[in-house]
T-cell receptor, first 113, second 114 residues
Framework: DAKTTQPTSMDCAEGRAANLPCNHS???????VYWYRQIHSQGPQYIIHGLKNNETNEMASLIITEDRKSSTLILPHATLRDTAVYYC??????????????FGKGTHLIIQP | DSGVTQTPKHLITATGQRVTLRCSPR?????VYWYQQSLDQGLQFLIQYYNGEERAKGNILERFSAQQFPDLHSELNLSSLELGDSALYFCASSPGHRFNEKLFFGSGTQLSVL
């Protein structure tokens, strides 16, 4: 799977949009971008994933650049409960099905009141 | 609540001992994944089972083993425990084995080896 680079930590004011960047410059054509988050010592939680089109769900939006070398997770109206470590993961469709996701260090997002 | 149940929530044991961690996947999910999270290593994938069969292996030590039973619950066995095995152990499940499935994680078992 392609390697990802994320900032170690970020701050965001409550009520504002939180924009979390992820660099995946070695991504290949059949690799998907996934975002999970982990709120202090809880199990990771799926947020969103995409291939090349922008995606939106009830939790967040995922913006993937046209060259697919980077992406941004957007939490439109951050709340204190969004304070967590956010993981950007890229995974390939190997045709053999799913295997374990490889989590990096992630970005520690701190929402300030 | 993800629907994935892990027991026990906390486990304290001594070096050299053996423990078993249990995971019940979400209803209908056939795949179970085990992860280890320690302060210095982050989240590490250990092993995946799909419908009773081992499907993928990650950084699992030979002292560790797992299995998935016919009712789809899974157990992770850790033996000859060392201080460095102290960690949070997470189980996750997904419906099948497609690569683009969401994984649903349990709340974890905190293992302390003294």
């Amino acid at each position: 799977d392609a390697k990802t680079t994320q900032p170690t930590s970020m701050d965001c004011a409550e009520g504002r949009a939180a924009n979390l960047p992820c660099n995946h410059s070695t991504i290949s054509g059949n690799e998907y971008v996934y975002w999970y988050r982990q709120i202090h010592s809880q199990g990771p939680q799926y947020i969103i994933h995409g291939l090349k089109n922008n995606e939106t769900n009830e939790m967040a939006s995922l913006i993937i650049t046209e060259d697919r070398k980077s992406s941004t997770l957007i939490l439109p109206h951050a709340t204190l409960r969004d304070t967590a470590v956010y993981y950007c993961i890229v995974r390939v469709d190997s045709g053999g099905g799913a295997d374990g996701l490889t989590f990096g260090k992630g970005t520690h997002l701190i929402i300030q009141p | 609540d993800s629907g994935v149940t892990q027991t026990p929530k906390h486990l304290i044991t001594a070096t050299g001992q053996r423990v078993t961690l249990r995971c019940s996947p979400r209803s209908g999910d056939l795949s179970v994944y085990w992860y280890q999270q320690s302060l210095d290593q982050g989240l590490q994938f250990l092993i995946q089972y799909y419908n009773g069969e081992e499907r993928a292996k990650g950084n699992i030590l030979e002292r560790f083993s797992a299995q998935q039973f016919p009712d789809l619950h899974s157990e992770l066995n850790l033996s000859s425990l060392e201080l460095g095995d102290s960690a949070l152990y997470f189980c996750a499940s997904s419906p099948g084995h497609r690569f683009n499935e969401k994984l649903f994680f349990g709340s974890g078992t905190q293992l302390s080896v003294l």
